[in-house]
């Protein structure tokens, strides 16, 4: 960590941009500089050490509190804003020329009117506080799609988790060396006002500018805004992918490993599954899960072999701890048992953290998580809905050896998948490629509150992509059948649904780690291994072809959970009308031909 005054870095001769070899970042940290007016200007160089004094100074800050040592080692709670607590998706804008590059799923603001406004804010912002430059990476080094940001931030919170979430420090300046191809990523909490937040994208110019939010989706701009917004436009631009999707890797007992990657939207469970631990009975047989990534997926065509390949650009998990426990996800709660960042949980008064669904009893008493004093009776939550850990990848347990193989891992199977309470069976195949893109462009799914908004709204969210494509989404619609046309194997698209319920409401599939029965089917499918039924929705399978063994489920259940009723479709097709008539002409002609096959179907 090397630091200088704000008088130095008015010449350019400090100490610390010294150290920076790269004449493009140079000159732009002096201008951000300028700008904001911070009183000092801090380059974060990465490694345990910095981190550790960045935390010593947050806690000195009242940004963090340290935790338990002893039940959670160099773990620290941050409370965040209480209007500050989820993506602003109606504060979040794509910034360009013209408005046909954004497309009409995007808030847009011309670019020029953009910066204007957003000097505006920045002006000054820092006064008084610090400006952290954070050099990173996304993706493992040498990868063909790694990339190099550079946040500045007045955030010691933000500067803490993108140590975490990213390759941070060193590392991306010898990436860099001396090119100006980076993503300039600029920060700054602000006030916090919801009436002066704005989180706006340039990808013209590969710069993303952030204000009035600490929350990780706004602030943690190597994420969402880098790693997906930006990200998606480049891959549409070069060639390649950036999706919303968890990797795993899946072992079967004959040893044969397959990678498959899935998309489901914000808390609807890719963390889980992502983190899948078989039952007892498959571990026994020898299959076993591991995790590549569980967010975020870059994705390419390998031209050798015409086989989708995929890399996971972050270091670290950004996940929802609502309901996460020992029996839900044992895999997530050892991973956030040390060097981890709680945000918006109840504090214990041994130093321990809470949340409900965390345990089945709650603590008799708390300080939740607006600080103030909490029992079970107080009529409230102790810890918010969207409540959140960030927490170092290495920590997983069960990650996977190729994580940071620079080729990346071979895609086998795409799964997309919702929240949805009825309609929708619980597991089914596409015919073919147009027809899964289709499938995961109508994709419904009902609003959580990883989201500002109302919540159990079905929303149409295409790929669980709609709040992060960087660009006009009838281009990234098209950008995913013209994919196809570069794989000679591509891989097998299906649809799950973990969410559907009975007349009684309860949930019909027991879901967390029984997926894997589920999971077995789509691998032997895309093996060509196993049997299925041709339905109106795609292929099925039979009973007997899904393992039920153990499960309270029985036969008929399960039949009744993948029951497809033609008058609730087309209900559901009706209901798709609003994506169909919001993209109008920029609709590709593939997704009108699927529609109406699916129309003839019925």
């Avoid at 935790?67 to 500050?84: A, E, M, T």
């Avoid at 009975?281 to 975020?296: C, E, F, L, M």
């Avoid at 670290?316 to 309901?323: A, E, I, Q, R």
């Avoid at 499938?439 to 109302?454: C, D, F, P, Q, R």
Wanted: contains cysteine; neutral net charge.
């Amino acid at each position: 960590m090397i630091t200088m005054s704000m008088t130095e870095a008015g010449d350019g001769s400090g100490c610390m941009l010294e150290s920076i070899a790269n004449l493009h970042l140079r000159m732009w940290i002096v201008q951000m500089a300028a700008m904001c007016r911070p009183d000092r200007v801090v380059l974060c160089q990465g490694g345990a050490a910095e981190r550790s004094e960045l935390f010593r100074q947050g806690v000195e800050a009242g940004v963090f509190i340290p935790l338990n040592p002893d039940k959670l080692p160099h773990c620290y709670l941050h409370r965040s804003n209480p209007d500050d607590v989820a993506r602003s998706e109606s504060s979040t804008f794509i910034c360009t020329p013209a408005r046909a590059i954004a497309g009409p799923s995007n808030n847009w603001i011309e670019s020029k009117i953009a910066y204007t406004q957003l000097r505006g804010l920045f002006n000054h912002c820092m006064a008084g506080r610090t400006m952290y430059v954070l050099p990173f990476v996304m993706g493992p080094v040498g990868s063909r799609l790694s990339r190099v940001g550079v946040q500045l931030t007045d955030s010691l919170y933000v500067a803490a988790s993108m140590d975490i979430m990213t390759r941070m420090g060193d590392v991306a300046l010898k990436v860099l060396a001396d090119t100006p191809e980076f993503t300039r990523c600029m920060h700054s909490v602000g006030d916090c006002s919801p009436e002066r937040r704005y989180i706006c994208h340039f990808p013209l110019d590969n710069t993303v500018w952030s204000f009035g939010s600490g929350y990780g989706g706004n602030a943690l701009l190597g994420k969402k805004c880098m790693g997906l917004r930006l990200a998606s436009y480049q891959g549409f631009q070069e060639g390649w992918m950036a999706e919303h999707m968890l990797i795993s890797g899946v072992r079967e007992p004959n040893g044969q490993k397959s990678y498959i990657t899935a998309a489901f939207p914000s808390a609807c469970g890719k963390t889980n599954f992502a983190m899948l631990i078989p039952p007892e009975s498959y571990r026994q047989k020898g299959w076993q899960v591991t995790t590549v990534g569980d967010d975020i997926a870059w994705l390419w065509v390998d031209p050798k072999s015409g086989k989708l390949r995929a890399i996971n650009p972050e270091t670290g998990y950004f996940g929802v701890l609502s309901g996460t426990s020992e029996m839900t996800n044992p895999i997530a709660m050892q991973t956030i048992s040390n060097n981890t960042i709680y945000t918006n949980v109840a504090l214990l008064p041994d130093g321990d953290v809470w949340w409900e669904g965390k345990t089945a009893v709650p603590p008799p008493t708390a300080i939740d998580w607006q600080g103030n004093a909490w029992t079970p009776d107080s009529g409230r939550k102790a810890a918010h809905p969207n409540s959140r850990f960030t927490a170092p990848m290495h920590n997983n347990p069960i990650l996977d050896p190729s994580v940071d193989d620079p080729e990346g891992v071979p895609v086998t199977a795409i799964i997309f998948g919702g929240r949805r309470a009825a309609t929708i069976p619980i597991i089914y195949q596409t015919f073919n490629w147009s027809y899964g893109v289709y499938a995961g462009a109508s994709l419904g799914s009902e609003t959580t509150a990883a989201a500002t908004g109302k919540v159990g709204v079905v929303r149409r969210d295409p790929m669980a992509m709609l709040p992060f494509i960087g660009y006009n989404i009838g281009d990234y619609l098209v950008h995913w059948f013209r994919m196809r046309g570069k794989m000679s194997d591509p891989p097998r698209i299906y649809h799950v649904n973990w969410f559907r319920r009975d007349e009684r409401g309860n949930f019909i599939w027991p879901g967390f780690g029984e997926n894997i029965r589920i999971l077995e089917w789509i691998l032997k499918r895309s093996h060509g291994k196993a049997y299925a039924v041709e339905t109106l929705l795609g292929w099925m399978p039979r009973p007997d072809d899904i393992n039920l063994e153990g499960l309270k489920l029985d036969t008929q259940a399960f039949l009744d959970a993948q029951r497809v009723d033609a008058d609730a479709l087309k209900a559901e097709l009706l209901a798709e009308e609003e994506l169909f008539l919001k993209l109008a002409g920029e609709l590709p002609k593939e997704m009108i031909f699927m529609r109406e096959l699916l129309i003839s179907r019925l």
